[in-house]
Every structure is written in structure tokens, then in C-alpha cells.
């Protein structure tokens, strides 16, 4: 019967104990004269820098090579390698993930991501707990992060159509090490890190991560990224049956944010005034912003983690979580639609202008969560079980107070311009302020969880799960209708019961490879993405809850004395009950498909002793059907085809290679073209897509002794300019990095 793995280390104390007692003896041996055995040598493996068995959570109880799913693991050995510093930078380690911006003015607040076709910007958790907020998230905190590719919602519950991407918190350990890190990069931006675990003694130790910065952003004037962040923690028990970790974590950002340049002059871009149309690009670095935008996030965290050995197969984990995140944020954004930008009647482009607005958010999120997990391992006959089964409860709320830059009923505030190739951030625009408009939401979940893994010999595995939920959703708001000159009250309800589930089934070659075949569906109910409800459309209260059947075929192999993964998987997903209009009544109607179907492969881990890899390539294709819409007053029907952002292929590299103090590293990212328009009939306007790319970044390291290290990090090292995010209507973006450095300086002490 296999044991359930602790965090005990008695196998070292016996090990010590043993080495120990060899001069003893030895000494015994040579006064008795009994003949001495030879001498055994035991040899541990170097720790694996990219590679990763396992992932953090107790619903996984096998280790990846038989898991019967894609799932990417991003150590953060690999992050400091990269000098990556964002969940952003860390995410372009796996391919098939992209970025999205936000419509017309707005701009996406925080992490936003799209994975295998759909948006996963509500799929990110932290030590396996929901994490919401609009914050940029930073890995000063991270162990690993884990992106669990397919649906998820037998793991993670509600709307997780595409997977969701798991944050693994450091913790404290039964070894000391201390570390400072510190940056400066040639955008005049300097950061400071400290990752610090004492022992207190055989059971306690305590553990400190902290991160502060300062500085702006490369290629960008006058936008910033700073902040602080600091992560206490403390263990007790850690030699014991049963441990307690109590840890917080707290970040502080006071950002100036980045509201994008206009795509004029770009390749592709269209207007049908034929100057527009030839006109010049604008300079990257220029700001359309307003001197007073900011973005302040308050982000708040307090855990409490709880493992006990009920037996010797039988294990207990209990996570308690306390969180609460504040972002308030003014925006200058540029308005690049029909009328956003204007010749003035004068043939020079110095006198064109671009239309700007002003966005203002001010959101609360908070959350208390309490997840238990019991893991059990037991034979049935010849049949070896892993058991898991859970409880988990959690109050989620987010409030948003609206901003404007008129009360109701007063008149609509003229728009504002500025100069389209050279802006001025002090010129005098539209104050924002709160019009006593609101939204409210919050969703009350229960759920309970069973997985089984079966073991038929040493061969063949079977995979199970399910998860039922029930959640209760109630929202209210006060808001002002297009047209009105007082604000209305809103009021909705919502709530079911969700079941989602998975099976898979597993062949082994070998004991470290795996064959296998899987399927899983998820559910996505209204109002789950943003806490918003309806009287129709997506987030009605009426709606069906949108179904997400994923099937999947693969296989993985660990080589090399089990340090290098390949693995390789092919997949279809298909999404349900989407909003359509009905092409001859125009009522809406739940009947919109959306499919994706891909194959991926990635190698990850060691080579040699020297050369390390982490490799991946995603292609895939994208597909709605029944998707339209219906032009009220003309009848004209619209088909969406396509879905944004979703690249055929994507790729990622990053190798390195260690030789007498030295490394030196190489890495490439590739992605395809992006589209934007993804209907039949949609006028030119814009950008139609976002151009297919390839970035090469490079890294030099060098160790001046086991304590002291430097690395030199230089990204896009051709300059390429490419676009990382579009907006929907194709009329603003933000660049990627132009080529740049950064200078790291480590000391362990």
C-alpha cells in the first residue's frame, strides 16, 4: 500500500544518525576481526531548476508524469533566471496563453489572460483559493506556478471553460537560507527583493519575502510601476504529524498606468479619410495620458494552513483564507473609433488630433474561504485507491463605485483632444467624480469534491472526479441609462446547483511514462465572470449556465534518469448555450457554440548537468457556430466566425547552459497572428488583427562564489517592434518591450 507523502523529514535524522555510527563500527569490526563490506556511496540528484513532479494541490495525488492532463508547472528558479517579475512575464514559459487590453477607452485592470480560446481572467488562485482583484499580480511570493490546461471545474469550480492558473505561495522550511536581490534595468527602474527562512528550532521556523520598486516602464514616458509587498509566514510542527502555517501576504501599488498609443500609421491600420489613412506611426514613447491619473491597488491576505497525519494513509488539510483587494484608478484613455481622430481641415499631421476620455474605477473585493481536504489511501482487493474528498465554503463580494465626469441631470461634458503626435499630459481635462452610482455583488458558494485515482497493477490507472457546487448570487446597483438624467435601481438574484466532472484512464509503458485518454466538463452560470447580473443576455438570472466539454488524448515520458519531461497531448473543447439572436424573431436565444481544437507538446528539464530546457508549442483552431446577430432596423444578420485572440501557433523557449561560474541563457517566444475582426461583415476600421511575432531574449550569469552571483538579462534583442495587446475596436495598443537590460545582483547569506 503506498503512503500518503508528509512534509516530515525523519529520513534525514536517521541518515544523520546512521553516518554517525559508521566510525563506531568500524571500530568494532577491526577488534573483533569480522570482515568489513565494501564501501556504499550514496548519491543525491541536483535539484531539477525547471522541472516539477508535482503540483502544490492534495486533489492531485499522483505525480504529473500520470496525471491524465496538461498541466504546466513554472518553477521559480526559471522567473529568476528571466528576471521575471510579473505573473505576465512568467506566463509567456507555456504556449497557447495571450493577453487581452479592453474595449474602445477602457482598459483591462490587472491580469488578463485568454487560454486555449477562452478568457481566464477569473481563473486565477492562489495556494488553490479563488484570487479576484484587479491587481497585477507579482512572483516576489511564488514557489511555483502551475497552469492546469482544460476544464477545470470538478478542481476549481465555477467558470474555469479553459483551466485556471494556480499561485503556490512560499512557505516556511527546515533549512535556513537568505537571499537579497537587486535590480536596475535601462528604463531607470530599480527593484529590491529579500526572500529570508530562519529555523527557530526542530519544529518552528518563520519566513520573510519582501519586494519593493521604483521606476518606470521601457519604451514608455512618464508611465510607472511602483510599490511594495511583503510576506511574513511561520510554521509550527514541521517535524511533526501535525503542521501549522500562518501567513499573510500584503502589496501596496502606486502605479501610473499605461492607456496605449493610437495604431495609425501601423501596418494594416485603415481609415477611410485617405490622409489618416498615410499618415506617419506616432512615437512609441508618447503619453495621452493626464498628469493626475494614478493606480493605486491595496491588496490584502491572511492564511492559515492546517496538515495533519490522521494515519499512515490517511491525511487531513484544512485552508482558511482572509482576503480583501482595493484598486482605485483614473485613466486618460484615447478614443480611436469613427470620430476619434480628426485632420482640422489642415493637410500637416502636427495639427491632427486624437480623441481622448477620462475612466475612472474605484473596486473592492474581499473573500473568506475555507477549503478541507482529507486524502486516504486504501486497497480494494487488487485495486489501490487514492481517495479525495473535500468541503469548501466561500463568501466572495465586489463592490464598484461608479465615476463620472457629470452628475445626473447635469449636461454631458465635451470631449477632450490632444495633439496626435505630440501630446501634452498637463493639459486641463474633465475631473472625475463619484455620481452615487453603484454595483454590488456577491456569490455564496458550498461545495463538496470527490476524486478517485485506481490502480490496476502497475499498468493501467483510472482517473475520477466530481464536483458539486451550489452558489447564490445576489446583485444590486444604482446606475445612470444612456439618456437619463437620474440614476436607476437594479436588483437581481440568481442561484443552482452545478455538478462538474472528469474521468480519465491511464497506461504505463514504462513506470515513468504515461498514455492516456481524458474527459472533463465544466460550467460556467451567469454572473460568475464579474458578479454582475441582468434582466437578459449573458448574465440574466435565467440564463442556463454555459457547458464546457473538454476530451483529450497524451502522453508523457520522464528520460534522462527522470530529469527531462516531454510531453504531448491533442484536445477538443467545445463551449454550449452561448447567446444568439434568433436570425428571423431577433429574441435571444441560448444555441452559440464556440470549439477549439489543438495539439501541444513541451520538454522541460535537464539535458545534461550543464544544459537546461523548457520548451513548448501550442497549435490550435478556433471556431463559433450559430453565433449572430440581427440588425433591428435592417434585418441584416451578422455571423461571428472566429474567436479573438487566439493564435494558430504559439511557441516558447528558454535554455541555459552552466560551464566553470558561467551561464549563459537563450530564449525565443513566437506567436502567430491574432485576429481582431472575427465576423463575416464587419466594415475595415483599424487594425483588423495583431501581425504574427517572434522575440529573442538572452541572459549572462556569473557566480563569484556560492554566496555572490550577477546576471545580466537583455530581451528582444533584434528591437522587433510588435504589438502585445490590441483593443477590440482595433484603434489603440500597447507594444511589447523594445530590446532593453537589466542588471541583477544576488548575495546569499
Given at each position: 500500500?503506498?503512503?500518503?507523502?508528509?512534509?516530515?523529514?525523519?529520513?534525514?535524522?536517521q541518515?544523520?544518525?546512521?553516518?554517525?555510527?559508521?566510525?563506531?563500527?568500524?571500530?568494532?569490526?577491526?577488534?573483533?576481526?569480522?570482515?568489513?563490506?565494501?564501501?556504499?556511496?550514496l548519491?543525491?540528484?541536483?535539484?531539477?531548476?525547471?522541472?516539477?513532479?508535482?503540483?502544490?494541490?492534495?486533489?492531485?495525488?499522483?505525480?504529473?508524469?500520470?496525471?491524465?492532463?496538461?498541466?504546466?508547472?513554472?518553477?521559480?528558479?526559471?522567473?529568476?533566471?528571466?528576471?521575471?517579475?510579473?505573473?505576465?512575464?512568467?506566463?509567456?514559459?507555456?504556449?497557447?496563453?495571450?493577453?487581452q487590453?479592453?474595449?474602445?477607452?477602457?482598459?483591462?485592470?490587472?491580469?488578463?489572460?485568454?487560454?486555449?480560446g477562452?478568457?481566464?481572467?477569473?481563473?486565477?488562485?492562489?495556494?488553490?483559493?479563488?484570487?479576484?482583484?484587479?491587481?497585477?499580480?507579482?512572483?516576489?511570493?511564488?514557489?511555483?506556478?502551475?497552469?492546469?490546461?482544460?476544464?477545470?471545474?470538478?478542481?476549481?469550480?465555477?467558470?474555469?471553460?479553459?483551466?485556471?492558473?494556480?499561485?503556490?505561495?512560499?512557505?516556511?522550511?527546515?533549512?535556513?537560507s537568505?537571499?537579497?536581490?537587486?535590480?536596475?534595468?535601462?528604463?531607470?527602474?530599480?527593484?529590491?527583493?529579500?526572500?529570508?527562512?530562519?529555523?527557530?528550532?526542530d519544529?518552528?521556523?518563520?519566513?520573510?519575502n519582501?519586494?519593493?520598486?521604483?521606476?518606470?516602464?521601457?519604451?514608455?514616458?512618464?508611465?510607472?510601476?511602483?510599490?511594495?509587498?511583503?510576506?511574513?509566514?511561520?510554521?509550527?510542527?514541521?517535524?511533526?504529524?501535525?503542521?501549522?502555517?500562518?501567513y499573510?501576504?500584503?502589496?501596496?501599488?502606486?502605479?501610473?498606468?499605461?492607456?496605449?498609443?493610437?495604431?495609425?500609421?501601423?501596418?494594416?491600420?485603415?481609415?477611410?479619410?485617405?490622409?489618416?489613412?498615410?499618415?506617419?506611426?506616432?512615437?512609441?514613447?508618447n503619453?495621452?495620458?493626464?498628469?493626475?491619473?494614478?493606480?493605486?491597488?491595496?491588496?490584502?491576505?491572511?492564511?492559515?494552513?492546517?496538515?495533519?497525519?490522521?494515519?499512515?494513509?490517511v491525511?487531513?488539510?484544512?485552508?482558511?483564507?482572509?482576503?480583501?483587494?482595493?484598486?482605485?484608478?483614473?485613466?486618460?484613455?484615447?478614443?480611436?473609433g469613427?470620430?476619434?481622430?480628426?485632420?482640422?481641415?489642415?493637410?500637416?499631421?502636427?495639427?491632427?488630433?486624437?480623441?481622448?476620455?477620462?475612466?475612472?474605477?474605484?473596486?473592492?473585493?474581499?473573500?473568506?474561504?475555507?477549503?478541507?481536504?482529507?486524502?486516504?489511501?486504501?486497497?480494494t482487493?487488487?485495486?489501490?485507491?487514492?481517495?479525495?474528498?473535500?468541503?469548501?465554503f466561500?463568501?466572495?463580494?465586489?463592490?464598484?463605485?461608479?465615476?463620472?465626469?457629470?452628475?445626473?441631470g447635469?449636461?454631458?461634458?465635451?470631449?477632450?483632444?490632444?495633439?496626435l503626435?505630440?501630446?501634452?499630459?498637463?493639459?486641463?481635462?474633465?475631473?472625475?467624480?463619484?455620481?452615487?452610482?453603484?454595483?454590488?455583488?456577491?456569490?455564496?458558494?458550498?461545495?463538496?469534491?470527490?476524486?478517485?485515482?485506481?490502480?490496476?497493477?502497475?499498468?493501467?490507472?483510472?482517473?475520477?472526479?466530481?464536483?458539486?457546487?451550489?452558489?447564490?448570487?445576489?446583485?444590486?446597483?444604482?446606475?445612470?441609462?444612456?439618456?437619463?438624467?437620474?440614476?436607476?435601481?437594479?436588483?437581481?438574484?440568481?442561484?443552482?446547483?452545478?455538478?462538474?466532472?472528469?474521468l480519465?484512464?491511464?497506461?504505463?509503458?514504462?513506470?515513468?511514462?504515461?498514455?492516456?485518454?481524458?474527459?472533463?466538463?465544466?460550467?460556467?452560470?451567469?454572473?460568475?465572470?464579474?458578479?454582475?447580473?441582468?434582466?437578459?443576455?449573458?448574465?440574466?438570472?435565467?440564463?442556463?449556465?454555459?457547458?464546457?466539454?473538454?476530451?483529450?488524448?497524451?502522453?508523457?515520458?520522464?528520460?534522462?534518469?527522470?530529469?527531462?519531461?516531454?510531453?504531448?497531448?491533442?484536445?477538443?473543447?467545445?463551449?454550449?448555450?452561448?447567446?444568439?439572436?434568433?436570425?428571423?424573431?431577433?429574441?435571444?436565444?441560448?444555441?452559440?457554440?464556440?470549439?477549439?481544437?489543438?495539439?501541444?507538446?513541451?520538454?522541460?528539464?535537464?539535458?545534461?548537468?550543464a544544459?537546461?530546457?523548457?520548451?513548448?508549442?501550442?497549435?490550435?483552431?478556433?471556431?463559433?457556430?450559430?453565433?449572430?446577430?440581427?440588425?433591428?432596423?435592417?434585418?441584416?444578420?451578422?455571423?461571428?466566425?472566429?474567436?479573438?485572440?487566439?493564435?494558430?501557433?504559439?511557441?516558447?523557449?528558454?535554455?541555459?547552459?552552466?560551464?566553470?561560474?558561467?551561464?549563459?541563457?537563450?530564449?525565443?517566444?513566437?506567436?502567430?497572428?491574432?485576429?481582431?475582426?472575427?465576423?463575416?461583415?464587419?466594415?475595415?476600421?483599424?487594425?483588423?488583427n495583431?501581425?504574427?511575432?517572434?522575440?529573442?531574449?538572452?541572459?549572462?550569469?556569473?557566480?563569484?562564489?556560492?554566496?555572490?552571483?550577477?546576471?545580466?538579462?537583455?530581451?528582444?534583442?533584434?528591437?522587433?517592434e510588435?504589438?502585445?495587446?490590441?483593443?477590440n475596436?482595433g484603434?489603440?495598443?500597447?507594444?511589447?518591450q523594445?530590446?532593453?537590460?537589466?542588471?541583477?545582483?544576488?548575495?546569499?547569506?
Amino acid at each position: 500500500m503506498a503512503h500518503i507523502k508528509s512534509r516530515k523529514h525523519h529520513r534525514n535524522a536517521q541518515l544523520v544518525a546512521l553516518a554517525a555510527s559508521f566510525p563506531l563500527m568500524t571500530h568494532a569490526a577491526a577488534n573483533n576481526g569480522v570482515t568489513q563490506l565494501p564501501t556504499i556511496t550514496l548519491e543525491s540528484k541536483a535539484e531539477n531548476k525547471y522541472k516539477a513532479d508535482s503540483v502544490s494541490s492534495p486533489k492531485y495525488t499522483q505525480p504529473l508524469v500520470d496525471t491524465p492532463q496538461t498541466i504546466s508547472v513554472i518553477k521559480k528558479e526559471l522567473l529568476k533566471e528571466q528576471g521575471a517579475t510579473s505573473l505576465v512575464e512568467a506566463l509567456r514559459n507555456t504556449p497557447g496563453i495571450t493577453l487581452q487590453l479592453g474595449e474602445n477607452g477602457n482598459t483591462s485592470a490587472g491580469d488578463a489572460f485568454q487560454m486555449r480560446g477562452f478568457s481566464t481572467q477569473t481563473s486565477t488562485y492562489v495556494d488553490g483559493i479563488r484570487d479576484l482583484g484587479a491587481v497585477t499580480r507579482d512572483v516576489f511570493n511564488v514557489e511555483q506556478i502551475e497552469v492546469v490546461k482544460g476544464p477545470s471545474g470538478a478542481e476549481a469550480g465555477r467558470g474555469a471553460a479553459s483551466g485556471y492558473i494556480n499561485l503556490a505561495s512560499k512557505l516556511p522550511q527546515t533549512e535556513n537560507s537568505r537571499e537579497v536581490s537587486a535590480t536596475y534595468n535601462t528604463a531607470e527602474h530599480a527593484r529590491l527583493t529579500a526572500d529570508i527562512n530562519q529555523v527557530i528550532n526542530d519544529s518552528v521556523a518563520v519566513r520573510l519575502n519582501a519586494m519593493g520598486q521604483d521606476g518606470g516602464v521601457e519604451g514608455r514616458d512618464f508611465i510607472e510601476n511602483n510599490g511594495w509587498a511583503i510576506a511574513p509566514s511561520i510554521a509550527f510542527g514541521l517535524d511533526s504529524d501535525t503542521r501549522l502555517y500562518l501567513y499573510s501576504q500584503h502589496i501596496r501599488q502606486r502605479n501610473i498606468p499605461d492607456g496605449g498609443i493610437p495604431t495609425i500609421g501601423m501596418k494594416g491600420f485603415y481609415n477611410a479619410d485617405s490622409a489618416l489613412a498615410s499618415a506617419p506611426k506616432v512615437n512609441r514613447e508618447n503619453y495621452y495620458g493626464q498628469a493626475n491619473d494614478h493606480e493605486d491597488v491595496d491588496a490584502d491576505m491572511y492564511t492559515a494552513k492546517i496538515e495533519s497525519d490522521l494515519a499512515e494513509n490517511v491525511k487531513l488539510t484544512n485552508i482558511t483564507r482572509l482576503g480583501k483587494t482595493s484598486m482605485n484608478r483614473v485613466l486618460t484613455g484615447i478614443n480611436t473609433g469613427s470620430a476619434g481622430l480628426r485632420t482640422n481641415g489642415s493637410t500637416d499631421p502636427k495639427d491632427w488630433e486624437v480623441n481622448r476620455s477620462r475612466q475612472g474605477v474605484d473596486q473592492e473585493n474581499k473573500i473568506l474561504a475555507n477549503q478541507t481536504t482529507l486524502n486516504l489511501n486504501l486497497k480494494t482487493g487488487a485495486i489501490e485507491h487514492d481517495v479525495v474528498a473535500g468541503l469548501e465554503f466561500l463568501k466572495e463580494q465586489q463592490h464598484n463605485k461608479t465615476m463620472a465626469t457629470q452628475m445626473p441631470g447635469q449636461a454631458t461634458v465635451a470631449t477632450s483632444w490632444a495633439n496626435l503626435y505630440d501630446p501634452d499630459r498637463n493639459e486641463a481635462m474633465p475631473a472625475l467624480m463619484y455620481n452615487g452610482g453603484y454595483t454590488h455583488g456577491e456569490t455564496d458558494t458550498a461545495a463538496a469534491y470527490l476524486f478517485d485515482t485506481l490502480k490496476f497493477g502497475e499498468r493501467f490507472q483510472l482517473n475520477g472526479g466530481v464536483r458539486v457546487d451550489y452558489y447564490d448570487t445576489e446583485y444590486d446597483a444604482l446606475t445612470l441609462p444612456s439618456g437619463s438624467s437620474s440614476l436607476v435601481p437594479a436588483s437581481f438574484g440568481a442561484n443552482d446547483t452545478l455538478v462538474s466532472w472528469k474521468l480519465g484512464g491511464l497506461f504505463k509503458p514504462t513506470a515513468k511514462s504515461s498514455v492516456y485518454a481524458s474527459y472533463a466538463k465544466s460550467l460556467t452560470p451567469p454572473g460568475s465572470a464579474n458578479f454582475s447580473l441582468s434582466a437578459e443576455g449573458i448574465n440574466s438570472a435565467a440564463a442556463k449556465p454555459q457547458e464546457t466539454h473538454h476530451y483529450e488524448i497524451g502522453t508523457k515520458w520522464d528520460l534522462l534518469n527522470d530529469q527531462l519531461a516531454l510531453n504531448a497531448a491533442a484536445y477538443y473543447t467545445e463551449n454550449e448555450n452561448q447567446f444568439t439572436q434568433d436570425a428571423i424573431t431577433q429574441e435571444s436565444i441560448q444555441q452559440g457554440k464556440t470549439s477549439v481544437k489543438g495539439v501541444e507538446l513541451s520538454a522541460v528539464g535537464k539535458i545534461t548537468e550543464a544544459w537546461n530546457v523548457s520548451a513548448g508549442v501550442a497549435h490550435m483552431k478556433t471556431e463559433q457556430e450559430d453565433q449572430l446577430s440581427v440588425n433591428a432596423t435592417t434585418g441584416a444578420i451578422t455571423r461571428t466566425n472566429n474567436v479573438r485572440w487566439s493564435p494558430e501557433w504559439t511557441a516558447s523557449l528558454w535554455s541555459t547552459y552552466d560551464v566553470a561560474g558561467f551561464k549563459l541563457g537563450l530564449g525565443a517566444r513566437y506567436v502567430d497572428e491574432q485576429k481582431r475582426v472575427i465576423t463575416d461583415s464587419t466594415a475595415a476600421a483599424n487594425m483588423p488583427n495583431i501581425p504574427g511575432y517572434v522575440v529573442f531574449d538572452a541572459m549572462a550569469g556569473y557566480n563569484f562564489n556560492k554566496n555572490a552571483s550577477v546576471n545580466l538579462n537583455v530581451y528582444n534583442l533584434a528591437d522587433k517592434e510588435y504589438i502585445s495587446t490590441l483593443n477590440n475596436g482595433g484603434g489603440r495598443v500597447i507594444l511589447g518591450q523594445p530590446r532593453s537590460a537589466a542588471l541583477t545582483f544576488n548575495y546569499k547569506f
